[in-house]
């Protein structure tokens, strides 16, 4: 039951990504005049925030270990795209573009940390007033 939800979460998530994609590189959100490849960031933020939330209303007890791990592993899995933001980050060094390139790696890192923290605080909120 567990792969099931894992693959369910999984194909949710990989949709979820590819229409975040669609929406920034696109659809309504394009950015790509601004040289930045938005999309991977706000997917690793919203993952974090997400992971945050379903690890701690998990962690009391709040979701049963099937939909933990359907939603982090499969969802969340899915949806984040780590190694696409190595690639990208690569890429801004590789054309020379070092600020953007470190503005892109500390901007993920610090903004996902901040998102994965108020999921946390969110998760222990709602596990709370479950």
Not at 58 to 71: C, F, N, Q, Y
């Amino acid at each position: 039951m567990i792969v099931a939800g894992v693959m369910l979460g999984g194909a949710l998530g990989a949709l979820a990504r590819y229409a975040t994609g669609q929406a920034f590189n696109s659809g309504p959100l394009a950015t790509s005049g601004i040289g930045l490849p938005l999309s991977t960031l706000v997917v690793n933020v919203v993952g974090s925030f997400l992971l945050g939330l379903i690890t701690t209303v998990g962690a009391h007890g709040r979701l049963s270990p099937l939909m933990r791990t359907a939603l982090g592993t499969g969802f969340v899995g899915a949806f984040t795209t780590f190694s696409t933001f190595e690639l990208e980050s690569d890429f801004l060094l590789r054309e020379g573009r070092t600020g953007f390139a470190t503005l892109y790696v500390l901007g993920n890192l610090v903004l996902g940390y901040l998102a994965l923290t108020a999921g946390r605080a969110l998760g222990a909120r709602l596990a709370a007033a479950i």
